[in-house]
């Protein structure tokens, strides 16, 4: 069993076959799937997909690319929908310094904005960080430790930052990148840090894994990341699904 915990299926590369796409993943071995928003209509939709599908959980939120448009009222109905029953978590929400789709400013001022009414509602963060590692940690570490505080989705980050970053109770996801020859630093990342503070994604429809790549990712291609990282960790993929399984249960509170 495995599940993917970071998916974009609101999305209209999935709108001819995503009945089909889910029939692929159920009978593949995933048992879950966690579908992220991303601005106020995604959500709307992540929520409505997760009452149509049992599969399905939901996160709410807005994206750094979205800071400049993200109002106060928006926010408000984004609140709303996150007290629907399979809505758990709040994202994704972040910085991205790398697209600069939004102002700096606004991205900073929406992320923090977001940690707190998240903080507020009990709910742990998906967090999206993009070539923005020091400012999301500073403003990370504001938020102070505690358990259950969220997850850095596809993360890009060096060993030592995800120790740090899982010191202060956050979980690490690890995407279809590690199966890029070339993607040496989350290589590490998935060989090193500990089993029970891992999560594992597909960021579909972006990042198709290695044999996929250059296709459109699914929630299926999830078994090629948790076979890497059972290769890099000289472990059975057995390990590795039941382990980052148990671990989104934790985190997303799937039963």
Known sequence: MLIDSHAHLDMKDFDKDREEIL???????????????IDLESSLE?????????????????HPHNADTCTPEI????????????????????????????????????????LKIADSLGLPVVIHDREAHE?????????GKGEKKGVIHCFSGDADMASELIDMGYYISIPGTVTYNKAYKVKKVASVIPLDRMLIETDCPFLAPVPKRGKRNEP????????????????????????????????????
């Open 23 to 37: 029939k692929r993943a159920l009978e593949g071995g995933i048992t879950h799937i966690v579908t992220i928003g």
């Open 46 to 62: 992540a929520s409505r997909l997760s009452k149509e599908y049992d599969c399905i959980y939901a996160a709410v939120g807005c």
């Open 75 to 114: 926010l408000d109905r984004i609140a709303q929908i996150a007290s629907e029953e399979k809505v758990r978590a709040w994202g994704e929400i972040g910085l991205d310094f790398f697209r600069n789709r939004s102002a700096k400013e606004n991205q900073l001022k929406i992320f923090e904005r977001q």
């Open 135 to 143: 400012d999301v940690i500073s403003i990370l570490k504001k938020m």
């Open 220 to 255: 299926l291609f999830v078994t090629y990341t948790a076979g890497e990282i059972a290769s890099l960790r000289n472990t059975s993929f057995e390990e590795i699904a039941a382990a980052t399984a148990a671990n989104a249960k934790t985190l997303f509170n799937i039963a």
